[in-house]
């Protein structure tokens, strides 16, 4: 079974820009989540979507949204790029059912550089 | 606000000996934790993980203890392998339904040969 995978796995930006970042789950999962992480401070939630439907969303400014599709796959858009937003970005995805929905197979992100 | 915690960044552990990595948290909504493993270039990979209406969960050589008085969690690795030398992360889930994991930091495992 295919894992996590996330596109582009690099990128460069300037300050001011925006950028759209792309996550394909393991098929059959329908959650999605997605997280910053940063040296310091770890892993931070931004969203998470389900069924096309955003269900639950971190602390972050309204300058990070997200959304998914049909299919599963999501999107990360940052607008009006600052220095700050440089770190790597995860997607993870979740299968279904209450045992199992804690635990989260990440891909290998995409390392986010603004300059 | 960190709920959370790993105040160890770093252990060096010789090969074949224990590995003790530690995890407080605040929030006692918490009610599922996790480890986490992430090798640089990848992503975190999930390694073991325990409920709260647990006190201990193995799997092989991973064993993961719940304190709920505590607010405190550790990840015991014996033997320790050279391959088990990555970042460690804790997490941890509220039961609301939604898939949001709180981090923390991370500890760098080295295992010396």
């Known amino acids: 079974k295919a894992g996590v995978t996330q596109t582009p796995r690099y990128l460069i930006k300037t300050r001011g820009q925006q950028v759209t970042l792309s996550c394909s789950p393991i098929s059959g999962h329908r959650s999605v989540s997605w997280y910053q992480q940063t040296p310091g401070q770890g892993l931070q939630f931004l969203f998470e979507y389900f069924s096309e439907t955003q269900r639950n969303k971190g602390n972050f400014p309204g300058r990070f949204s997200g959304r998914q599709f049909s299919n599963s796959r999501s999107e990360m858009n940052v607008s009006t790029l600052e220095l700050g937003d440089s770190a790597l970005y995860l997607c993870?995805?979740?299968?279904?059912?209450?045992?199992?929905?804690?635990?989260?197979?990440f891909g290998p992100g995409t390392r986010l550089t603004v300059t | 606000d960190q709920q959370v915690k790993q105040n160890s960044p770093s252990l060096s552990v010789q090969e074949g000996r224990i590995s003790i990595l530690n995890c407080d948290y605040t929030n006692s909504m918490f009610d599922y934790f996790l480890w986490y493993k992430k090798y640089p270039a990848e992503g975190p990979t999930f390694l073991i993980s325990i409920s709260s209406i647990k006190d201990k969960n193995e799997d092989g050589r991973f064993t993961v203890f719940l304190n709920k008085s505590a607010k405190h969690l550790s990840l015991h690795i014996v033997p320790s392998q050279p391959g088990d030398s990555a970042v460690y992360f804790c997490a941890a889930s509220k039961q609301t339904g939604a898939n949001n994991l709180f981090f923390g930091t991370g500890t760098r495992l080295t295992v010396i040969p």
């Open positions: 993870a995805s979740s299968p279904l059912g209450r045992a199992s929905e804690h635990e989260q197979y």
